[in-house]
């Protein structure tokens, strides 16, 4: 199951219109592919489970509620960002990545979908101002660094389940990384959520503001 119907099995409670918007994003970023290079050729053609449902992967750690605003930081193609956006329309997101092709994608694939939640702004992380309650990436950087980037970004009151912070999706063998960090967190293995192969080693690290 490679294509829409994974998303409609772990996500059952879609509106049409989201079931929609999920179903335009193959056309779309095949198209947007052919142009400038933002998923591999490998993976587009998997790009529900490697992209789509791997983004999803933090809404199943975490809901984000009504007026709740998120910070994607190198977003690339609109990852995980777009997908959470289609999920949660409530909810604002900010996708920001310091390649400007990459945005133009981002801000076209987002008036494709008629996402009125999403804007995609050409800049480096730590050029953003405002605060938001989650900062959500998907393996940028070692998160030593990525914490660095985020200083000041997080806003203090939490008003969700989870305390505010980042929420970022990784593989692998976390254990010198965080130790190097210093910071609090909590792993979510993706596995416990989703039952494909892709998933074995993908975890959500969640660092709450410090």
């Known amino acids: 199951m490679t294509d829409k119907e994974v998303i409609f099995k772990y996500f059952p409670e879609l509106s ?4 929609e918007q999920f179903e335009k994003l193959m056309p779309l970023y095949t198209e947007w592919n052919a ?20 983004s999803l992967g933090i809404a199943k750690v975490q809901s984000f509620k009504p007026n709740a605003q998120i910070l994607d930081i190198g977003t690339g193609g609109g990852f995980p960002g777009i997908p959470l956006a289609i999920l949660f329309p409530e909810s604002e ?16 694939v987002t008036k494709d979908l008629g996402l009125t939640n999403v ?8 050029d953003i101002s405002g605060q ?10 070692r998160m030593k660094g990525f914490y660095a980037w985020t200083k000041g970004k997080i806003k203090k009151e939490s008003n969700h389940e989870l ?3 980042i929420l970022y999706l990784k593989g692998g063998d976390l254990t010198e ?12 293995e993706l596995p416990d959520y ?9 975890k959500v690290v969640h660092v709450p503001r410090q």
Not at 16 to 19: I, Y
Not at 132 to 141: E, G, H, L, P
């Open 194 to 202: 989703f039952s494909e192969e892709f998933f074995d080693t993908k």
């Open 16 to 19: 049409n219109q989201q079931k």
């Open 177 to 188: 990384e965080l130790r190097e960090s210093k910071l609090r967190y909590k792993i979510y």
């Open 132 to 141: 938001f309650d989650f900062i959500v990436s998907r393996a940028v950087t």
């Open 93 to 108: 997101f900010l996708l920001v990545d310091s390649i400007g092709k990459k945005i133009k994608v981002v801000n076209e």
């Open 35 to 54: 142009k400038i290079n933002v998923v591999s050729r490998k993976d587009i053609e998997e790009l529900y489970i490697r992209h789509v449902l791997h």
């Open 163 to 165: 305390q505010n912070g």
């Open 119 to 126: 804007r995609g702004v050409h800049s480096r992380a730590e």
